[in-house]
């Protein structure tokens, strides 16, 4: 009973899923590979997708809202950045690209400006950066790490300003400077031996 009720969720999951509209991504990565040069109306009107004039970025309005979805291409067509917009501007959850696909900058825009959390990455793939922004300015605690993935630096802004003890490392993971920022400004505190 338990393997006849498991083979109908497969084949209805499988029904479903290529019933499914393709992603925009996989979209726009079809209509760059066919080189379309419809114009601009028809690709709205026949597809609901939008393509820039240089052809490299795609856009899809998202149902009942003032919110989009987007992808750009680099010229060899592949996906350079993805994310969504609020009345044309990036809104959301964006990421960008290295050129093999692997992930370059992760985080999230309001309105066209950076807010909340983020992470950047070294294009083998290590983590490079994460941290925090709040209405465009590095808010909070960031994290940065050196190519070999030992820690680099700690640093910390008060709605963009430095704030807190900066600490730095070599790629060794010795400390090698501390920063205090106090209310008089930045001052040097050499590590102890």
Known sequence: MKLKSDIVYFLSYLFFSSCSEPSLEEQAISIYDANLSEKKEEI???RKIIRSPD??????SLKETNQSQTVG???KGKISFEGKMKNGKPHGEWT????DGRPRWNG???EGISHGPFTMWYQEGRKKMEGEYKNGQKHGQSTMWHLNGAKWKEQKHMDGKPSGKWRTW?????LIEEIDHTLNGPMFNPPSP
Do not use: C, H, I
Not at 96 to 99: I, V
Not at 170 to 174: A, E, F, K, P
């Open 170 to 174: 070599d790629n060794q993971g010795v």
């Open 96 to 99: 960008t690209f290295f050129p």
């Open 73 to 75: 291409l680099t010229e």
């Open 55 to 60: 052809g490299l970025q795609f856009t899809k």
């Open 108 to 110: 999230n825009k309001n």
């Open 44 to 46: 709205r009107n026949n």
